[in-house]
C-alpha cells in the first residue's frame, strides 16, 4: 500500500497517531469536530481500512474494508484508492466538516 509521509497525517488529523505500531504496519488517528468523532485507522500490510463516525458516544457508523491500494492527501480531503477483484472502491474522507463517502464501481 503506498501512503502519505506520517507528517502528512498529522497536519490532516491536526495531531499526531493515537494508537500506532509501525512495526506491524499499524496507525490509527482520530479527529473531533464539535460533538462529531472520527476514527481512521489502517493497516499497511493487510491493506485494510476502518473508519467510525461516532455522535458523542454513540457510534454512528463503521465500515472496514480490505483490499486498499493507496492513500493519498489533498489539502483537507483524504482519499483511498481500493481495487478488488472487478471493483473500484473509493473512500473520501474530508473534515471541516467530517464527511464520509463510499462509492464501489463495477469494472468491466
Not at 33 to 40: C, K, M, N
Not at 53 to 81: C, H, M, P, Q, W
Request: aromatic share 14%.
Amino acid at each position: 500500500m503506498i501512503i502519505p509521509k506520517e507528517e502528512e497525517f498529522i497536519l490532516f488529523f491536526e495531531s499526531e497517531a493515537t494508537n500506532s505500531i509501525p512495526k506491524e504496519g499499524y496507525w490509527n488517528y482520530t479527529y473531533k469536530e464539535d460533538e462529531v468523532f472520527l476514527r481512521f485507522s489502517f493497516d499497511i500490510f493487510e491493506g485494510s481500512i476502518q473508519t467510525v463516525l461516532k455522535f458523542k458516544e454513540n457510534i454512528i457508523e463503521t465500515v472496514s474494508y480490505e483490499g486498499a491500494e493507496k492513500i493519498r492527501i489533498e489539502g483537507n480531503t483524504l482519499y483511498v484508492d481500493f481495487i478488488i477483484t472487478n471493483n473500484l472502491t473509493k473512500l473520501k474522507l474530508e473534515l471541516h466538516p467530517i464527511k464520509i463517502t463510499w462509492s464501489t464501481l463495477k469494472m468491466e
